[in-house]
């Protein structure tokens, strides 16, 4: 198993910055495709950015330019830097994994991060 825990969310007027960490603990590696997701009030939960193990990246057209994804595999910790946040990044965030080298497919999740922008 592995456990995923999400920081850094927050409240933050339309063009400032976030930025939100996800800690993996147990059975965790190197290995770990590790994703973010968003769920915005009355949708669902939709892909945002992933990143490989050796730092192939993949981001949604719709955050491209602004958000990037790293990640630090010596702490066992992805992140998404968000800038020039608009109000429809408004939702709640997810920390996501899979050791199976898939892109959109994940088996463990985090709790969430709630991220408001206001306009």
């Known amino acids: 198993q592995v456990q995923l825990v999400e920081s850094g969310g927050g409240l933050v007027q339309a063009g400032g910055s976030l930025r939100l960490s996800c800690a993996a603990s147990g059975r965790t590696s190197s290995d770990l495709v590790m994703g973010w997701f968003r769920q915005a009030p009355g949708k669902e939960r939709t892909f945002v950015a992933a990143?490989?193990?050796?730092?192939?990246?993949h981001l949604v057209d719709a955050v491209k330019g602004r958000f990037t994804i790293s990640r630090d595999n010596a702490k066992n910790t992805v992140y998404l830097q968000m800038n020039s946040l608009k109000p429809d990044d408004t939702a709640v965030y997810y920390c996501?994994?899979?050791?199976?080298?898939?892109?959109?497919?994940?088996?463990?999740w985090g709790p969430g991060a709630q991220v408001t922008v206001s306009s």
């Open positions: 996501a994994a899979n050791n199976r080298n898939l892109l959109y497919y994940y088996d463990y």
């Open positions: 990143i490989y193990s050796y730092g192939r990246t």
